[in-house]
Structure formats: structure tokens, C-alpha cells
């Protein structure tokens, strides 16, 4: 069974890890690649915030009784099959849960512009992947 209260707060992690994000995004690109900090601080919130999507996504799995996902992109290929998240939500956190490895497994040859261009242009699959999965829940159990 799903326990809807963890579910709950992790995604109100996510919220508090996309607000920073969006705060970063806010900065203007030349800005945000000046400052390491500003860089770091980017990376580790993105990484924190596909983590915790792919957490929230293995917690319905492992509650369902889904089957189990080859890799981190896999795990929403699982929430798609099982009519929790739409098609093109599936591919574009598949696409975040890869990029997500290249921060963690090859962080120091991440191009930084490509850090900055998620941030201004993926940000809105967090609050979808948080809608969808608040939505279709309970309608899993």
C-alpha cells in the first residue's frame, strides 16, 4: 500500500528543492556561470530534485508491486505503464533521470551552459511530475 504520507513530504522536499532552482533560473546566464557557487548550488539541487522523483517513483513501485525498473530512467517508464504519468511526461523525466547521471558520474565535464539551459526550460517537469503523481495515486490503491 502506498503511504501517502511519505509521499507527501517528499514531494514537499521537491518543492523546497525546485524554489531554489527557480531562484537560480531567475539568474542571468553570464551571472550564473561566473559564480561556482551559484554553478554548485545548481547541480546539487538538480540532482536532489531528480533523486527525489525517482525515490517518490520507486516508493509506488515497491508499494504496487510494479515491476522493477532497470535503471533510474526506467522507473518512470514503470509509472507510465501503470497510468500514473502521460507519455511525454515519461520521456522528458527519463531524459532529467539521465542527465542526472551525468551530473553525478561525470560532474566535472557537465557543460556548464547545458546546467543553466535545464534550468530555464525544465524546471515545470518537477511541478507536472508532482501534479500527475498527487492526482493518479489514489486511484492506484
Same mark, same amino acid.
Not at 551525468?102 to 539551459?117: A, E, I, S, T
Given at each position: 500500500?502506498?503511504?501517502? $504520507?511519505?509521499?507527501?513530504?517528499?514531494?514537499?522536499?521537491? +518543492?523546497?528543492?525546485?524554489?531554489?532552482?527557480?531562484?537560480?533560473?531567475?539568474?542571468?546566464?553570464?551571472?550564473?556561470?561566473?559564480?561556482?557557487?551559484?554553478?554548485?548550488?545548481? +547541480?546539487?539541487?538538480?540532482?536532489?530534485?531528480?533523486?527525489?522523483?525517482?525515490?517518490?517513483? !520507486?516508493?509506488?513501485?515497491?508499494?504496487?508491486?510494479?515491476?522493477?525498473?532497470?535503471?533510474?530512467?526506467?522507473?518512470?517508464?514503470?509509472?507510465?505503464? !501503470?497510468?500514473?504519468?502521460?507519455?511525454?511526461?515519461?520521456?522528458?523525466?527519463?531524459?532529467?533521470?539521465? $542527465?542526472? !547521471?551525468?551530473?553525478?558520474?561525470?560532474?566535472?565535464?557537465?557543460?556548464?551552459?547545458?546546467?543553466?539551459?535545464?534550468?530555464?526550460?525544465?524546471?515545470?517537469?518537477?511541478?507536472?511530475?508532482?501534479?500527475?503523481?498527487?492526482? !493518479?495515486?489514489?486511484?492506484?490503491?
Amino acid at each position: 500500500m502506498i503511504d501517502k $504520507f511519505s509521499i507527501d513530504r517528499m514531494l514537499e522536499n521537491l +518543492k523546497i528543492y525546485v524554489v531554489q532552482l527557480e531562484r537560480l533560473s531567475s539568474l542571468g546566464q553570464e551571472e550564473f556561470l561566473s559564480d561556482p557557487d551559484k554553478l554548485g548550488s545548481a +547541480k546539487y539541487y538538480l540532482i536532489v530534485s531528480i533523486e527525489s522523483c525517482v525515490d517518490i517513483a !520507486n516508493h509506488i513501485i515497491s508499494a504496487e508491486r510494479y515491476r522493477r525498473p532497470s535503471d533510474f530512467a526506467d522507473t518512470f517508464a514503470v509509472l507510465y505503464e !501503470n497510468g500514473l504519468i502521460d507519455k511525454e511526461l515519461e520521456e522528458r523525466l527519463q531524459n532529467m533521470a539521465r $542527465f542526472r !547521471n551525468l551530473l553525478v558520474h561525470v560532474y566535472g565535464k557537465v557543460d556548464d551552459k547545458r546546467v543553466y539551459g535545464f534550468l530555464k526550460t525544465n524546471l515545470s517537469d518537477f511541478d507536472a511530475f508532482a501534479r500527475q503523481i498527487s492526482q !493518479n495515486i489514489g486511484n492506484s490503491t
